[in-house]
């Protein structure tokens, strides 16, 4: 049985990440995601429960894939899963640098454990969870770069958050 997980810290959950989630969940038997509870990212958007409902709701799809929050070294979640493979998307050069010195660290800590990168598909390349915050805040739409349930938890957020319907309504006008 080969088991992987996919960390992160999924402030949101975008379609970028979900391309890697769809593709690496076809290479193995069971993909855990594990939600990072104390990031070294300051003020998350959306709290611990918000980021696991959203998850939840948007991979309701995949039959072999479960979600975790976790605290701690990515390792020791990987192990605590019986899982021997970690899964990374790589946007650009700029990740590659990080990732390869990370994924290095991992290999000292448990050489059992290995990393599998996924280039992210080129639609997705610029896509980061900062920016989708960043079109929200300004009260852009961002229904082309999260899932659906994540777009209902922003207008939460903010109100004045354009909405695809809302823009189409209005260009008809
Ligand atoms: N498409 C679109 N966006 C993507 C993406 C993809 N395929 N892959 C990553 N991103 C974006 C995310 O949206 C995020 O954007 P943001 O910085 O604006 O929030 C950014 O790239 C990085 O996110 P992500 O890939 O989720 O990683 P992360 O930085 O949130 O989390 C961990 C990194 C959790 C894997 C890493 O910090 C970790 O393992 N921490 C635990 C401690 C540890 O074991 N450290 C390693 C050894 S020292």
Known sequence: MKRAVYPGTFDPITFGHLDIIERSAKVVDELVIGILADSR???PLFTIEERLHML???TKQFSNISIQVFDG??????KKNNANLII?????????????????????LDSSIDTMFFTTSLEYAF??????????????????????PVVGMFHQKFPDLIS??????TSLL
């Open 88 to 108: 990374r998307g790589l946007r650009a050069v700029t990740d590659f640098e990080s990732e390869l010195q990370i994924s290095q660290a991992n290999q000292q």
């Open 127 to 148: 896509l980061s969870s900062s920016i989708v915050k960043e079109m929200a805040s300004y009260g852009t739409d961002i229904s082309l770069f999260v899932p659906k």
């Open 56 to 58: 939840q709701e948007s």
């Open 73 to 78: 070294m990515t390792v020791d979640f990987a």
């Open 164 to 169: 695809a319907e809302k823009l189409n309504e």
């Open 41 to 43: 990212k300051k003020n």
